[in-house]
């Protein structure tokens, strides 16, 4: 069994013994939503038990206590070691005035038992340039920082209390958000389509609540056969999905049925 301490990822817990998750989730109702095989794996391969302790309330000593009895054997020596300095603070926050911030606190939609996932982009694709989304949060959204740094927002996270963290993204003048009624859109859909015939799976998300739809679709690439494609039945052209398709070298085409029912395929070139 491995030891650990406060800077072992969550994932590594989870990889080495299966009543790892259970333990976890018994620790705060925060976690509940690493039962989610998608969410689990977006989440836990980057929070460390001293993140995960601040998402849920608790310390790591908790982990500790619950974590112990299955084996683990603990570093506490390595654990007490200063946390990392906060990142200093960039110059799109020297800047920062009232009348540039649009301000989002997501709590009530969390404390509803709700995925403000969809809330928050609908927020930043009607920013403008130059705006500042100030999110507030009960943990550091560390997914939507990753994806949003890959549209070319600049972030800042800074915690006010315990449970409280307030994190900005600045939408620089430059920075142009995807087109949800053009991109993706090609006259040459069906071609692609007869030309992967017998070589197709196809998924359906319109059912699930964000981000699923996004993992779901991520999850089926990573074990896509090369000469495959995948159809995939959405509600929405997924504008933030787009970006990760192109730097993971797949192409796609999209074509709207109707409003909710939209046709992606993608394929690698």
Known sequence: MITINANTKISALLREHP????????????????????????????????????????????????????????????????????????????QVSPDNVVELDVRPILNAGKDPFNVILK????????????????????????????????????????????????????VDLPDANALGSSDDFETKVKQFEGRTKTIDVRHLEMPLPMLTILDELDNLPADQALYVNHKRIPVFLLPELEERKFEYRA????EGDVKLFIFRP
Do not use: H, W
């Open 19 to 94: 009543d790892a998750l259970e333990a976890i989730i018994s620790l705060s109702p925060k976690f509940t939503k690493l039962r989610n095989p998608l969410l689990r794996k977006l989440m836990a391969s980057r929070a460390t038990i001293r993140m995960a302790s601040k998402i849920g309330g608790c310390t790591p000593e908790d982990f500790f206590a619950k974590l112990e009895p299955l084996g683990f054997a603990i570093d506490r020596a390595a654990s007490d070691e200063a946390e990392p300095q906060p990142a200093p603070l960039p110059e799109f926050m020297k």
């Open 123 to 174: 927020q930043v694709q009607t920013m403008e340039p130059r705006q500042t989304l100030k999110l507030i949060n009960d943990f550091e959204p560390i997914p939507l920082i990753l994806m949003l740094g890959k549209q070319g927002f600049q972030s800042y996270s800074e915690i006010v209390d315990g449970n409280t963290y307030n994190t900005y993204f600045f939408k620089a003048e430059n």
């Open 255 to 258: 074509k709207e049925i109707s």
